[in-house]
């Protein structure tokens, strides 16, 4: 689907469909308005019958408005005026984006950019339409040997603007749109190395997915097979390929696009292709979806797309331990003590808790990059499902600075994360009395005992880690990957190129206090 932006009136547009909103209380948008007076109260004369009432996410399709040059016009709802927030915005973005798909439109012409979004700027607008748009167009077709569903005929979506931009805020807006595609790309690859089989995407798989992208944007990549892994001493990464007849690899893709030299931000995405639990095997009911244990691998897979796409001027290296964990007679045992890359020795009393132990490893490889910073990405723990539930991906850190860097870049990409505790005293639940460590904390607090455990790979650096065990995917009817935390990474990612360009870098926080320039420790 193509996205391009242009100035003009609604009435006189030939298009397919003309989009304009509609407040409650039968308050029309300037787009509406402008449509209702080229048609002489036609749309007036709608909402007084009571059929379209403005409801946020609702949408009325109109065929022949008098007077206007397109064939359609669809009326979306934005609920009251001065309440509309993200939430509402978005709904009806994607309400507009189901509307039209359900219709034959091959183009249309969005007025949605007048709006005015509580606390949000025209850019922010103009992304979520990129993103939710090409979102609602997402389709998972490639194992189906034939499509019942007929393909969505949209392929063109101008955003008309009515009061012509300044030139500065001409660019923002492009800049804003390049954004929002590619990021939208990102989790659109995220959301297929999520959806694919786990006996296509191995480990072996996302290696050459991530090979493909390298020479796609030139970046530089390395695998590290099973023996270069032996001569680290990645001893908890290869306790969790044991039991598997796939390959496990250690993929390093690296993106330098920012100042030569300067440090990278490190994202290290846990790659379980398929999780059993291993020899503390998982119950069968729902277990398929432990295909989607790589979401984390996914995710930094989709930032680096994204990032290499825009063009980014940062430096941003993605770590992927990638395996599965099976069952298999070379299994690890519950009980079995490795030593990790670290030095560290760990005690596996559940060996359902692989993914720390591949990534205890990857974190300690990172070291190699002298990094900014290092975020981990990964389907971590059950735990984090129930406490969140899936809203919000868990955030953990050593770093106050830069958790809030992304609890703001939650807030405006609207991929939400919560941070949790990362106290000491949670530590205590780690004691092993036969190694340094055990890989499991008991039941309370699973995502913290988790997230402890990787704190003690990652004292090197700031550290924060995101659980996405409930985000990553969907269940049930809708059953798939949702491409996140992508939004969030590389809005992250873009905040810190526009901080460093000297913008004043100003950003809402959640709790709505304002926000400067982050200081570099450097
Ligand atoms: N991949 C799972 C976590 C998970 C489970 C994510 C369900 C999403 C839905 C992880 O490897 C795991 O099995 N974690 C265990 C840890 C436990 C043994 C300490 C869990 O959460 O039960
Ligand atoms: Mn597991
Ligand atoms: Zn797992």
Not at 19 to 38: H, R
Not at 134 to 150: G, H
Not at 295 to 313: E, F, I, N, Q
Not at 478 to 489: D, I, Y
């Amino acid at each position: 689907m193509k996205f391009n932006m242009k100035n003009g009136t609604p009435e006189k547009q030939r298009s397919a469909c003309v989009v304009a909103g509609i407040f409650e209380q039968q308050k029309l948008t300037p787009a509406a308005e402008a449509l209702d007076k080229s048609a002489n109260g036609y749309i007036t004369s709608i909402l007084n019958r009571g059929d379209m009432k403005g409801k946020a996410g609702s949408t009325l399709l109109l065929h022949n408005v008098p007077n206007s040059a397109c064939e359609r016009v669809l009326l979306v709802g934005l609920g009251k005026e001065q309440e509309l927030g993200d939430k509402g915005y978005r709904d009806a973005v994607r309400a507009v984006f189901k509307a039209l798909s359900d219709t034959s439109a091959a183009d249309a012409i969005l007025f949605l950019l007048e709006a005015p979004v509580k606390n949000r700027d025209l850019s922010w607008k103009i992304l979520q339409i990129a993103v939710n748009g090409l979102e609602s167009m997402y389709r998972f077709n490639r194992l189906k040997s034939k499509v019942e569903e007929a393909e969505p005929k949209l392929q063109k979506i101008t955003l008309g603007i009515i009061k012509p931009l300044t030139g500065e805020e001409q660019a923002a807006s492009e800049e804003a749109l390049q954004q929002g595609l590619a990021m939208a790309e990102g989790m659109s690859l995220a959301k297929d190395l999520g959806n694919l089989a786990p006996n296509i995407c191995t480990p072996a798989y996302l290696a050459e997915q991530a090979m493909d992208m390298a020479k796609t944007y030139k970046l530089k990549v390395t695998v590290l097979e099973q023996k270069d892994m032996e001569d680290f001493g990645m001893g908890a990464l290869l306790a969790v390929a044991r039991g598997s007849r796939q390959p496990p690899k250690l993929i390093a893709l690296e993106y330098w696009g920012g100042v030569k030299k300067g440090k990278p931000v490190v994202l290290v995405g846990k790659g379980v292709t398929f999780d059993t639990g291993g020899i503390s095997l998982k119950p069968a009911a729902e277990m398929d979806e432990m295909k989607y244990d790589m979401c984390g691998a996914a995710s930094v897979l989709g930032t680096l797309h994204a990032v290499a796409k825009m063009g980014l001027p940062v430096n941003v290296v993605g770590i992927i331990p990638a395996t599965e964990n099976m069952p298999g007679g070379n299994a690890t045992k519950p009980g079995d003590v490795v030593t990790s890359m670290s030095g560290q020795t760990i005690e596996i009393l559940n060996t359902d808790a692989e993914g720390r132990l591949i990534l205890c490893d990857a974190l300690a490889y990172a070291e190699r990059y002298e990094p900014e910073s290092v975020i981990n990405i990964a389907t971590l723990t059950g735990a984090c499902v129930i406490a969140l539930g899936h809203v919000a991906s868990g955030l953990l850190g050593n770093d106050e600075e830069l958790a809030q860097e992304l609890l703001d870049a939650s807030e405006r990409s609207g991929d939400r994360a919560w941070r949790l505790p990362l106290f000491d005293e949670y530590q205590e639940q780690l004691k092993s009395n036969f190694a340094d460590m055990a890989n499991i904390g008991g039941r309370a607090a699973g995502t913290i005992t988790a997230a402890c455990f990787l704190s003690r790979f990652t004292k090197k650096y700031r550290w924060a880690h995101l659980d996405i065990a409930g985000t990553a995917w969907k269940s049930g009817k809708e059953k798939g990957a949702t491409g996140r935390p992508v939004p969030l990474l590389t809005q992250f990612l873009i905040t810190r190129t526009t901080r460093q360009s000297g913008n004043t870098g100003e950003t809402v926080t959640q709790s709505g206090t304002r926000k400067g320039r982050r200081k570099s420790k450097e």
